[in-house]
């Protein structure tokens, strides 16, 4: 009867741990970057970012926004902005941003200096 029990705790913890590690902060620096030609031309620009800390993403045009990770929404000034995070790339509205360090923007690099 012990065993089991540990064995079922012993399992509840795994799942707990597999959940905590697959899911990737938006935490970061973030360039916009646009893909031309179906992704065989790509213009990373660097002076047009965002940081994202603490559910809280500042821009240098916007401002300051708070960030719903469950929800995907950031909140600009009572304005619900829907977002999509996948592979540290970040979408909001028709604006595409690569998070610096991952490697989507590594991938990205590369093609830039080709």
Known sequence: MKKKILGILTLVAS????IGCS?????GTYYRFDE????????????D????EDKK????????????????II???????????????????DVTYVKVGSDKEKKLEKMVKE
């Open 23 to 27: 899911s990737e902060s938006l935490d």
């Open 57 to 72: 993403l500042t821009s240098s045009e916007n401002g300051v926004a708070k960030v719903d990770i469950e929800e995907g």
């Open 75 to 93: 909140n600009l000034s009572g304005k619900e902005i829907p977002f999509f995070y996948e592979e540290g790339v970040l979408s909001i509205n």
């Open 15 to 18: 799942l707990f741990l597999l």
């Open 49 to 52: 970012t965002i940081e994202i």
């Open 36 to 47: 031309y030609d179906k992704g065989k031309s790509v213009y990373l620009y660097k002076k």
